[in-house]
């Protein structure tokens, strides 16, 4: 059975038909690309896919669960995290702890025990703690741990917010434009990060990307979508060969 | 000679240990006050003017930790603050007056009192908080600020009166039908009287304790961390599978016990427990506010020293007679420059700077 069924998924806003009988298929293992022109309604597939909104048409299953109408949180819970284009981290709080709230759902103690000090309080805060680092190593931010988020560099940013993400334990994760605003280096490096996290943490990735350094450089098959619909799909290689693709990106 | 200079602003520590410890700094504040005030009130130091304004302190404390927990650490603005304590007032008095002549130690009276005040007023944060919490921004404030001013109107159009039958609820005297010899308990504007006069600074101190401790601990816990995610950013929030709204009317609820708590503390201080804007309407709410937005919104350390000296102040400046709010005025004024004017903050970084490095200069001569 394929993680992510997603079958005939779209939203009309008023008038405005975003996205229109997305399908879409996904395997377990896979790193698979959805590119596509500016407002070609990526991000807005994605929104769908966490909850953010609510499908007119169509739905989606993850491993046979149907999550069409699900709240965000719930669809997290049920193991699709995502990262935002905008990011969104919690820029208050340090670094260690923005890892630590997406271990949140995973390790557990009650209100109750936080504030009177139980043992369980000391024994999961030591578990998150160094669960929390071992991520944050993973993502070379190990020595940022107490720098509030919002202090970070850009590109240390974005790998936070993946790394929180990667902290919920999902089976799916979406990451959405993870090199805009990086230079060449740094997305090479971010090239090499999502495969290792993809390999070692038995991860299924979609991504968002401008980047074609990028997409045509980890993603095996990819999705282009154009003024909503799908406009190609297939091998990488060959649909970024196609005349249709180039057409929507260039113009004429 | 160019030397390295590392600014005090790059170098923030947010790690556990220094968590503790900055809230034990605050707890060590907070006790010493105590035993300095205690002292002098013991060895008839302290003017009896000044005596009267302990306990007070200790509710205004604690109602701006509390409050913090909803404003500073949630995010949310509540200008109802005051319904819940005047909740819990009403609650922990009528529990005192009611009880009075049931055998049972005035502490282990006031305790209860204490708890049936706390959890009446978080049922009634669950109340306010379900719909109120739906809203955002400048709407919750309003909603909350109504639902404040609904609370004090209705105790003061509340007759409560008990006799051989049992009690009495009514909205005015008349529709009572009370037995003659009934005990009228709660006499609508004219409130409460004759609650035990329980409160006293050490209880007061307790008190503030306990608050400090359960909002300091909550803070720096799995909850703490899941409010201020909330804060910081809802929808990021969700995608990470935490519960918005339970955690928000947690925040609530847990800031309306205390609230309550603080109430209860007003109410045993007292021999006539009424309701008016001053005690539980907008004017304390907006006091109240104004103690968590100068402290520092989030600073629990902040919120206890700005409730003290800002509680205070207007006691003291009355040796000026009618220019006493003008000056509390400039103080307020002054204090808000001083906490975030570019300048001040940059001189208070460069001081906390050379205090610490030159302990660092200090130890290490020493070894």
């Not at chain 1, 079958?7 to 896979?30: C, Q, R, S, Y």
């Not at chain 1, 790998?159 to 990667?166: D, G």
């Not at chain 2, 708890?115 to 049922?123: C, E, K, M, Q, T």
Request: some cysteine; glycine content about 8%; proline content about 3%.
């Amino acid at each position: 059975m394929s993680l992510l069924e997603v079958k005939n998924l779209g939203i009309v806003f008023g008038g405005l038909h975003a996205v229109e009988d997305f399908n879409l298929t996904l395997e377990k293992g896979e790193l698979y690309g959805l590119i596509g022109p500016n407002g070609a309604g990526k991000t807005t597939v994605f929104n769908l896919l966490t909850g953010v909104y609510k499908p007119t048409t169509g739905t989606f299953f993850l491993d046979g669960k149907e999550l069409k109408g699900k709240k965000p949180a719930e669809i997290n819970k049920a193991g699709i995290a995502r990262t935002f284009q905008n990011i969104r981290l919690f820029s208050n709080l340090s670094v260690l702890d923005n890892v630590k709230l997406g271990l949140h759902n995973g390790m557990k103690y009650s209100t109750f025990e936080g504030i009177v000090r139980l043992p369980r309080y000391f024994s999961t805060e030591r578990k998150m703690n160094e669960r929390a680092h071992a991520l944050l190593k993973v993502f070379e931010l190990d020595d940022d741990v107490d720098t509030l988020a919002s202090n970070l560099p850009y590109g240390k940013q974005r790998k936070l917010e993946i790394a929180r993400a990667m902290a919920t334990e999902p089976k799916l994760l979406l990451l959405d434009e993870p090199a805009a605003g990086m230079n060449p280096n740094e997305t090479k490096e971010l090239m090499q990060t999502i495969r290792f996290v993809r390999d070692n943490f038995d991860l299924t990735v979609l991504l968002i990307e401008h980047d074609m350094s990028l997409v045509s450089g980890i993603c095996e098959n990819i999705t282009v979508l154009n003024f909503g619909t799908e406009l190609a799909k297939g091998p990488t290689a060959e649909v970024l060969k196609n005349p249709e693709v180039i057409k929507a990106y260039l113009g004429d | 000679m160019a030397k390295k200079v590392n600014s005090p602003l790059e170098k923030k520590k947010s790690g556990v240990r220094s968590v503790t410890k900055k809230n034990f700094v605050t707890y060590l504040i907070v006790i010493v006050f105590y035993a300095v005030f205690q002292t002098l009130t013991a060895t008839g130091h302290l003017k009896n003017a000044y005596q009267s304004l302990l306990v007070p302190i200790c509710y205004s404390v604690v109602m701006a930790v509390s409050l913090n927990l909803v404003v500073g650490v949630l995010g949310e603005l509540s200008l109802g603050h005051a319904g819940f304590m005047c909740v819990g007032a009403y609650c922990g008095a009528f529990f005192s007056v009611i009880t009075k002549d049931v055998l049972m130690t005035d502490w282990l009276r006031f305790v209860l009192a204490m708890l049936i005040g706390a959890a009446v007023a978080a049922l009634a944060g669950v109340i306010i908080g379900i719909p109120v919490l739906r809203l955002k921004g400048d709407y919750l404030a309003i909603v909350t600020l109504a639902f404040g001013e609904i609370i004090k109107t209705v105790v003061n159009v509340l007759y409560i009166g008990k006799d051989a039958s049992g009690f009495h609820i009514a909205m005015s005297t008349k529709n009572l039908d009370m037995a003659e010899d009934g005990l009228l308990i709660l006499n609508g504007p004219q409130g409460i009287t004759g609650t035990p006069k329980s409160s006293n600074f050490t209880i007061g101190f307790i008190l503030v304790m306990l608050t400090l401790l359960i909002v300091t601990n909550l803070m720096d816990s799995r909850t703490g961390r899941a409010i201020m995610s909330i804060r910081d950013n809802r929808i990021a929030a969700e995608s990470i599978g935490i519960d918005v709204t339970k955690y928000k009317l947690m925040a609530f609820v847990i800031a309306a016990a205390i609230a309550g708590c603080a109430g209860v503390l007003y109410a045993h201080n007292l021999n006539a427990l009424t309701a008016n804007t001053n005690n539980f309407g907008y004017n304390m709410s907006i006091m109240i506010l104004v103690y968590v937005v100068l402290g520092g919104l989030g600073s629990v350390r902040g919120s206890v020293i700005a409730a003290t000296i800002l509680y205070a102040l207007p006691e003291l400046f009355r040796g000026v007679g009618q220019y006493r709010m003008l000056l509390y005025a400039i103080v307020l004024i002054v204090m808000m420059i001083v906490n975030n004017g570019a300048f001040f903050v940059q001189m208070k970084e460069k001081a906390l700077y050379n205090i610490r490095s030159g302990k660092k200069n200090n130890a290490k001569e020493a070894a």
